[in-house]
């Protein structure tokens, strides 16, 4: 989907009551003699105008609510303005949300995969750029293999980080960056990389039947944002539907490291990968939500200069 794009008007249905104006980013819109008319082509396609237009007199091609209809949830297609959702349940939901690491071997259907992939498209996103894509592994079979080549990662990484020499060299030249990670990681994912290939122990996903890999492709003014939103949205839908789900950053760090493991998916070199989602049903029943920190929350009034 190209970033800039364009209203259309339906001049017999617009009313001129400037709703549109108020809500849009760009100033894409103006209002002249009672109509409205395209400014300029600031357009980016959020859609906001459509959706505030009471007149129903506002179409933007290159979206479409229809995108957002699901195989396995049932909406309504019913939409809640602000302050008509039940905030305590929301807010039971956001602390229910944990990461699952225990997983049954019952697949996820295939249809909730991609509901959940939708679900990921309607968080926000830098200029609504929109630029995600969703890759699934399907199955266990598939998720071992994928394990497989992340883990050949980490015996290589694991193998020099090892090494006193190359970590000498990182220390000098690259701000320790294989000392940090020796100190870190080494041991356990040592140890992870063990119990998988001694007791086929899965450390690495913790069993689960899939996963959905976060990406963008390129173009996407704050990439790794939207995905992480994306991800918030598929990992809070999940639990709602009785999925557990693990986000895996080592996943996410060896494909940024070594790009042949996206090649070996099929997903193209152009698009980044920033967030990797294991699926699958618990195995475990949480009885009570894990605590947090306090939040750190601070006042600003600006020094004026
Ligand atoms: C960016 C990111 C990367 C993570 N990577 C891993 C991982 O590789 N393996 C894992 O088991 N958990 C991983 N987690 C899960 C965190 O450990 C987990 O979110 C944290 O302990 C808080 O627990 P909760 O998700 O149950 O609230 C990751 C979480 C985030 C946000």
């Known amino acids: 989907m190209e970033n800039l794009t364009r209203p259309r008007l339906d001049a017999d249905r617009c009313t001129g009551c400037g709703l549109c104006l108020d809500v849009c980013p760009s100033d894409a819109l103006a209002l002249e003699n009672g109509t409205i008319t395209l400014s300029r082509e600031g357009c980016f396609g959020c859609d906001h105008c459509a959706a505030v237009c009471p007149a129903g007199a506002i179409t933007i091609d290159s979206v479409s609510t229809g995108n957002l209809t699901l195989a396995t949830v049932e909406t309504g297609g019913r939409w809640l303005p602000f302050g008509e959702f039940d905030t305590a349940l929301l807010v039971r939901l956001l602390y229910s949300r944990r990461s699952c690491r225990s997983f049954t071997e019952e697949p996820v259907e295939k249809a909730v995969l991609e509901d959940l992939a939708r679900i990921g498209t309607m968080a926000p996103s830098g200029t609504n750029s929109q630029r995600w894509s969703f890759t699934i592994v399907p199955s266990r079979q598939a998720l071992l293999d994928y394990g497989q080549l992340i883990g050949r990662f980490y015996e290589r990484l694991n193998r020099l980080a090892a090494n006193p020499a190359a970590r000498l060299f990182s220390r000098l030249f690259m701000r320790d960056r294989l000392g940090h ?3 870190r990681y080494h041991a356990q994912v040592e140890d992870a990389l063990r119990q998988f290939s001694q007791a086929g122990r899965d450390k690495l996903f913790h069993g689960a039947t899939a996963a959905i890999l976060v990406g963008t492709e390129p173009g996407a003014s704050c ?17 709602a539907m009785g999925i557990g789900t693990c986000l895996i950053g080592f996943a996410v760090e060896a494909m940024r490291r070594d790009r042949s493991i996206q090649r070996s998916l099929g997903i193209p070199g152009t698009e980044d990968i920033h967030t990797v989602i294991a699926l699958g049903k618990p195995a475990v029943a949480y009885l009570r939500p894990a605590g947090r920190k306090p939040a750190k929350i601070r006042y600003a009034f600006p020094s004026k200069t």
């Open 181 to 183: 990670y020796y100190r």
């Open 223 to 239: 990439p790794r944002e939207d995905a992480l939103l994306a991800a918030q949205n598929i990992t809070l839908a999940a639990h």
